[in-house]
């Protein structure tokens, strides 16, 4: 019984994963741009959240939504002004730009809240649980992998169901072309990291309620969250949630045969999938 | 009647040849004029130089984009500790080990890794260095997750102290120091003297056409994933070594230390970007420029690191070939040419 238990914790522990994900598939599927900040972005709208939640007093999820508009218009602007100067054939640049990013956040984290781990406080709603037969689930675990799916959902929404959505299916398949049809590639692409940062937001509440954070941790974040993409075959939303789990039940069941195997074993099972299938579980067309 | 010859030379490398050599010399006499603290700053430079001429070979030549280089620092100065303290092999000796067990680190990273395109590659020698650091962690005879340090009696016994202690009479750690920075000015005088070596051949020649257009390059038959498993493999080794013998200064070892994609690669990666990515003189000068910003700022700590992250930004942005491209594209300076020139016949550059 204590195995079911634990493969279950893994599983709601793989939605926290994909929502990490998401945001990385969003931005890479649109713009083949890999962020290497990442991680370091869902630290950096976890502390925005902890400032909003202990200055004010307010709920988190509320903070979550007042956060939600600040880090679009950051991840607009980011991409608007720096990253759009680096896409182009050569990977070099985005790679760079973003690898330097990613440590001048981490750095400017550090200065700016020290390296104390902290924690966003939900009261009440962190220990509660509810009860199935004799297997407890935590609320806020069982919170996050219902997000998960929700965010994939809309996101899966909006690409087949708006306009907005097809500006990005056309601009990923081909920008020159689509510009000719009147869409601006830049802006949408500045449009598709914002939204990529309301993803960012939702990891960001999520992973600051769960477990402490510091500056230190986003890198490992972006990780897990590559692991999930790549697991799942690039391109598929659905395929990075089941990416996800793996990580996450890999994860947990290394850590119930010893506490030190836990990360250790979400590697191991995305390098056996890798010698596996290379392309990832379900992989899209060509790519 | 007159013929073609074929040549990479220039006046101005053959200048700068003849200051080299007696740049060299002058560091190698170096520990009897300068006090103990400059031979290990000079050690420090030496030994980055070394580690940013491999990822620049990697990155730059072969476009093999590693955050994971780390791995094989670590690996070599744990294969080092390992040999020094399980087999009681002399340190000095022990340095080859750390060469040879990054190589063998290397085959299966490279296996995996090589499954990723670009970005994702990445991410992906990031992961397998990960993968390294905590399986190390797990390593208890050589301290596991907390570290371990070089035995004292094989520090005190290694090959060549003793020589250069009555040599340069110096106590016997000044006697340490001055042996790690000859063998880390040796490897580094190695590393880019065979860099240049290997971009004047035919492999070298492989290596730029693979990077320009690979599908062109295949076109004309260079086989371009072997071009990436040697690429890959020779870096590993030189980091490798690199990794060995920083530790066999430094003396103590710990996991974390080893595998600090900061330390190890993200320095690395500014040094190169800041001097200039893809030629053999921009980290040369990437070096240079990072240890003066390192001693001016290093009192500033987590600061420092953000200024030398922004520094990196504004280059790739602005400057992509960094300080040496816009140098060279100003005046078309090559201190390390590779390009091929013909020379003599009737059309040579004196007739026309």
């Known amino acids: 019984m204590i195995w079911v238990d634990t493969i279950i914790q893994g599983i709601l522990l793989g939605g926290l994963y994909a929502l990490f994900a998401a945001g990385l598939s969003l931005v890479f599927g649109i713009m083949r741009l890999v962020n290497l900040a990442h991680g370091d972005l869902i630290i950096l709208a976890s502390y925005l959240i902890l400032i909003l939640v202990t200055a004010t007093g307010m709920n988190p999820f509320v903070a979550a939504i007042v956060a939600a508009p600040v880090l679009f218009a950051l991840g607009w602007l980011l991409q608007r002004f720096v990253l759009n100067r680096t896409l182009g054939d050569d990977i070099l640049p985005p790679l760079l730009v973003t690898f330097g990013l990613s440590i001048v956040l981490q750095n400017a984290l550090l200065e700016g809240f020290s390296a104390d781990s902290q924690r966003i406080s939900l009261g009440a709603l962190e220990t509660a649980s509810v009860s199935v037969g004799s297997l407890s689930f935590g609320v806020i675990p069982l919170l996050t992998f219902a997000s998960a799916i929700g965010v994939i959902l809309g996101l899966n929404q909006l690409f087949y169901r708006t306009g907005i959505g097809r500006a990005f299916r056309a601009t990923s398949d081909d920008a020159t072309t689509a510009s000719l049809m009147g869409i601006r590639p830049n802006r949408v692409f500045a449009t598709a990291t914002g939204i990529a940062m309301i993803v960012v937001t939702i990891s960001a509440l999520y992973l600051g309620t769960r477990a402490n954070f510091d500056p230190s941790i986003g890198p490992a974040r972006l990780i897990y969250a590559f692991e999930a993409v790549i697991i799942g075959g690039l391109g598929s939303l659905w395929g990075t949630l089941a990416g996800g789990v793996i990580i996450g039940v890999a994860q947990t069941l290394g850590a119930a045969i010893n506490p030190e195997w836990q990360i250790l074993a979400g590697h191991v099972a995305f390098l056996v999938v890798l010698l596996v299938r290379p392309r990832g579980l379900f992989p899209r067309g060509n790519d | ?352």
């Not at chain 2, 580690?51 to 994971?68: I, T």
């Not at chain 2, 056409?209 to 990436?228: F, L, Q, Y």
């Open chain 2, 1 to 352: 009647m007159s013929t073609y010859t074929v040549t990479t030379r220039t006046p101005a490398s053959t200048v700068f040849g003849l200051c080299a050599v007696i740049v060299t010399g002058l560091l190698v006499v170096a520990p009897a004029i300068v006090g103990r603290g400059m031979i290990q700053d000079l050690f420090f430079i030496l030994t980055m130089l070394t580690l940013a001429q491999f990822w620049n070979l990697l990155a730059g030549y072969g476009g093999l984009v590693s955050v994971g280089q780390q791995a094989f620092v670590g690996m070599g100065a744990y294969a080092l500790f390992g040999a020094v303290i399980l087999l009681g092999l002399d340190p000095v000796a022990a340095i080859l080990v750390s060469g040879i067990a990054a190589l063998i680190l290397a085959v299966p990273t490279a296996y995996f890794a090589f499954r990723l395109q670009g970005a994702y590659f990445a991410i992906g020698t990031w992961v397998i260095a990960e993968v390294t650091r905590l399986s190390i962690a797990q390593w208890k005879a050589v301290g596991g997750g907390t570290g371990t340090s070089l035995p004292r009696s094989a520090m005190r016994e290694m090959w060549g102290v003793e020589a250069i202690e009555t040599l340069l009479g110096v106590r016997s750690s000044a006697a340490r120091d001055i042996l790690a920075y000859w063998l880390a000015l040796a490897l580094a005088v190695a590393t880019i003297a065979g860099i240049y070596w290997l971009l004047r051949t035919k492999r070298g020649l492989a290596l730029a056409a693979v990077r320009d257009n690979a599908e062109a390059a295949k076109s004309v038959g260079v086989d371009a994933s072997r071009m990436k498993w040697i690429v890959f493999l020779v870096s590993a080794f030189g980091t490798g070594l690199a990794g060995g013998l920083i530790y066999l200064q430094k003396a103590r070892i710990s996991p974390d230390a080893a595998f600090s994609v900061t330390d190890w690669t993200a320095y690395v990666i500014f040094i190169v970007v800041i001097g200039g990515i893809g030629t053999i003189e921009g980290p040369i000068i990437g070096v240079l420029i990072f240890f003066l910003l390192q001693s001016l700022l290093a009192d500033f700590g987590s600061w420092y690191l953000m200024i030398l992250g922004l520094i990196g930004i504004a280059i790739m942005l602005f400057a992509p070939r960094g300080l040496w491209g816009l140098l060279s594209e100003r005046t078309g300076l090559h201190l390390f040419p590779i390009r091929r020139r013909l020379t003599g016949g009737r059309f040579s550059d004196k007739e026309t």
